[in-house]
C-alpha cells in the first residue's frame, strides 16, 4: 500500500435525487479531485460508504452511477482504493472490486507503514451493550440470510431496506451517548495496543476526533452527514480536518 494515504468513512451516500444529496456529492469529488492531481497514494473507505447496497446477479441498487464512475476514474488515475465493508454496505459481491477496480475486505484492514502497525475498522458492535445488534449482525451476513433476502423481488426489498438505513442514519448514531462511545472505543483501542498495534482507526460512530495515548494512537474518522471528515496519514503527520480544509492543505 502506498503512501499518503487518504481516509474517509460513513458517507452514507443515498439512492436519491435532491440538492443536499447533490451537495455532498460533489464535496467528495472535490476531493476525489485533489488526491487525482497528487499522483500517487490510497484512498481508504472504512464502511457506509451506501447508506445502502446489496446486489444480486441481476440488480444493483439504483441512483449511485455517479459516486462509481468517480471512483473508477480515480482507480484508473493510479490511486489504490481499499474498500473496508461497513453495516450499511456488506453486502458487495463482486461488482464493487470488478466494476471499479478496489480491493474490498469483509473484515478489518492490517497493514504496516513507516514502522508502525495501522488496524481500521468498521466498527459496529464494539460497545460493550451491542449484545443485540451482535447477534444481528451475525444473523444478517450468513449465507442463509443473504440467499433468502436475494429471492425477495428486488423492487420490495430493496425499498424496504432503503428506507430502514435512511432513518438510522438520522440520528447520527448516538451523539447523546458520546461518554460511552469513548469509554468503549478507547478500551477496544487499548486491547489492540497490547497486542501491538500502533494506531487504530475507526469508523461507524459518526465522531471525529485524534486521541493521543502513551501506548498508541486512537482515531474516529467522523462522517459525511454533518463533518464531510478527512483523515490523512503520511511520513510527516497524521492530519484530520473536513472537505474545505484538506483541500485548502494540498492546494
Known sequence: MEAPFYIISDNHFMMEDNSKERNRRNKLFSILEVIKKQGKGTLIIGGDFFDFWFETKYVIPNGYKNLIEQLKELSLSGIKIHY??????????GYLEKTIGLTFHKGDLNFQFNNK????????????ADYGYKILKKIIRHPIFINF?????????????????RSSSEYNHNDKFIDVIMHDIYNYAMKQWKQNIDIVMVGHYHQQKIVNDDMGTLIFLGDWLTKFSVTTLNVDEIWQGNWEE?????A
Not at 473496508?84 to 459481491?93: E, M, P, R, S, T
Not at 502497525?117 to 460493550?128: A, F, P
Open 84 to 93: 473496508l465493508a461497513g453495516n450499511h454496505d456488506y453486502w458487495d459481491f
Open 117 to 128: 502497525n495501522i488496524l481500521i475498522t468498521h466498527g459496529d458492535g464494539l460497545l460493550k
Open 149 to 165: 433476502f436475494k429471492l425477495i423481488p428486488a423492487k420490495i426489498s430493496f425499498k424496504l431496506a432503503n428506507k430502514i438505513s
Open 246 to 250: 484538506f483541500i485548502k492543505k494540498l
